[in-house]
């Protein structure tokens, strides 16, 4: 199906384990965010991506890795689980070629670290 | 920096107007976006203003006006469908990069 996935689309691990979430999008876009949302805080920019092999970071990137080898996919992982950790992620996508430069999200991944 | 202030709570009633502000600070003003999200869904964009004034989409206008950092979302016809929270975010810099506010939770009554 065409759109922007995420999975798993909920996940519960423990402090000190690598965990993984994976994010592709079918548009073809040139950009990728990952993003967390927790209560108080809004969304916060963790990391994006201009085009594969190119990414940078965002507001809140500690502790968090990206690749982006491919355009369609972007993954996100966790090195080593932290409780402050648990929260909302969500990925999204845009084309940088549009002058509008809306954001189309993925579902979300709403993660728990015990 | 960022800053970006919107009320936090919000309640109307079904059939009614609402406005929802959004003040910002920020250098490098691109542009600024409001988004809906629904309770455990992902956010959906409604507008986008770069240009100060009005910007209309059936029930919803956007307004803007740089020189004072203020926007606001106008609701009109309010439905029960429409209590969400909504999303002030500011575009800002060279790669699309996307500021947001911690957004309004509108609740909308009978």
């Known amino acids: 199906d065409a759109g922007i996935t995420q999975s798993p689309r909920y996940k519960i691990t423990e402090t000190g384990r690598q965990v993984t979430l994976m994010c592709h999008q079918t548009?073809?876009?040139?950009?990728m965010f990952w993003y967390r949302q927790d209560l108080g805080h809004g969304l916060r920019l963790i990391y994006y991506?201009?085009?594969?092999?190119?990414?940078d970071k965002g507001e809140v990137p500690d502790g968090y890795v990206v690749s982006r080898s491919k355009t369609e996919n972007f993954p996100l992982t966790l090195e080593s689980a932290t409780r402050s950790q648990t929260s909302v992620y969500f990925c999204?996508?845009?084309?940088?070629?549009?002058?509008?430069?809306?954001?189309?999200f993925g579902p979300g991944t709403r993660l728990t670290v015990l | 920096g960022q800053n970006i202030d919107q009320p936090t709570e919000m309640t109307a009633t079904e059939g009614a107007i609402v406005q929802i502000n959004c003040t910002y600070q920020?250098?490098?003003?691109?542009?600024l976006f409001w988004y809906q999200q629904h309770a455990g869904e992902a956010p959906t964009f409604l507008s986008y203003n770069v240009l100060d004034g009005l910007e209309e989409k059936g029930r919803f206008s956007s307004f803007l006006s740089r020189s004072k950092g203020y926007s606001y979302l106008l609701l009109k016809e309010l439905q029960m469908k429409d209590s969400a929270s909504y999303l002030c975010?500011?575009?800002?810099?060279?790669?699309?990069?996307?500021?947001f506010g911690t957004g309004t939770k509108l609740q909308v009554i009978p």
């Open positions: 920020t250098s490098g003003f691109n542009g």
């Open positions: 548009w073809s876009h040139s950009y």
């Open positions: 999204a996508s845009s084309e940088s070629k549009q002058v509008q430069v809306e954001q189309f």
């Open positions: 975010a500011v575009l800002s810099g060279g790669y699309q990069k996307v500021t």
């Open positions: 991506s201009a085009a594969a092999d190119i990414t």
